[in-house]
């Protein structure tokens, strides 16, 4: 299959290089020349693409015109221009109907889901709070009208690896909010497994979404990690005010796509 990868970073790397273990002819694409040097040198077929980047070049097309499109280009950091984005965002999802993709794979993020508390399932109503929340809402949809049943949404929790862990971001830190609040968390692993899954049961038409099944609470959690990781471990505050927040049910979409996590619980992340 040519399969097509827009953003071809933490995860969107090894991803290509698993696709391209099982056969499948793969390009991707990064920002820098750098970058596509380092890719080349694992075999993988690169161009260098920025969002807002002409769409209608040659090399575009070699991109734009495959079997499947997985598009896994993220908004960027804290101050992300929010319109830019989805606007840019949906411009490429329809050009690359109209150079011939036929099918599209969104990665998007349960950040759709907004403040909404309690137990989340994959038919929950989304009411995104963040700008990067409200983009990804906005995408989702454009590409749900352009693809329809070509089309498949993945909203992921969260993202752990190997290399990368949000308790490293808050050891040491101190006053910190939502202490009770529920951990929704996945690893890069079973994502990668999951849209392996979805490639080879061609499970398209649907929304998913990916969150390891176990959800303690952020004080537990983060401190247990950072214990772990010989880190100094945070304090938080608690409040009469604090709530649960919204913990992302995943079973149906591993039943769906007939996975089995690798890392069912944050607890199993740090081995």
């Known amino acids: 299959m040519q399969i097509a990868i827009m953003g071809c970073g933490w995860l969107g790397q090894p991803l290509a290089q698993q696709l391209l273990k099982d056969g499948h ?16 040198q694992h075999g993988l077929h690169t161009q260098i693409f920025n969002l807002g980047d002409n769409l209608h070049t040659k090399a575009m097309q070699d991109v734009l015109q495959s079997d499947l499109l997985i598009l896994n280009i993220p908004p960027g950091g804290k101050q992300i221009q929010a319109d830019f984005f989805s606007a840019s965002m949906c411009a490429l999802v329809k050009e690359a109907k109209t150079q011939g993709t036929k099918r599209l794979l969104f990665i998007s993020t349960t950040a759709v889901y907004g403040e909404i508390q309690g137990e989340i399932d994959e038919r929950a109503q989304c009411s995104p709070i963040t700008l990067s929340g409200q983009a990804h809402l906005r995408i989702e949809q454009h590409v749900r009208d352009v693809f329809g049943v070509n089309a498949c949404i993945l909203r992921l929790a969260g993202l752990v690896g190997s ?20 951990v929704n968390l996945i690893h890069q692993h079973d994502v990668i497994a999951a849209i392996k899954q979805i490639i080879r049961l061609k499970y398209f038409g649907h929304i998913l979404q990916l969150s390891a099944h176990d959800h303690p609470s952020r004080e537990d959690y983060y401190r247990w990690a950072c214990g772990q990781l010989n880190l100094v471990l945070p304090s938080f505050i608690h409040s009469q005010q604090d709530t649960v927040g919204k913990q992302i049910n995943a079973h149906w979409t591993c039943k769906q796509l007939r996975l089995t996590l690798k890392y069912p619980s944050p607890y199993d992340m740090l081995n």
């Open 25 to 40: 002819n793969v390009v991707a694409t990064c920002r820098s020349p750098a970058k596509q040097q380092k890719l080349q």
């Open 163 to 182: 290399d990368r862990h949000p308790a490293k971001y808050l050891a040491a830190k101190t006053n910190l909010p939502n202490a009770v609040q529920r």
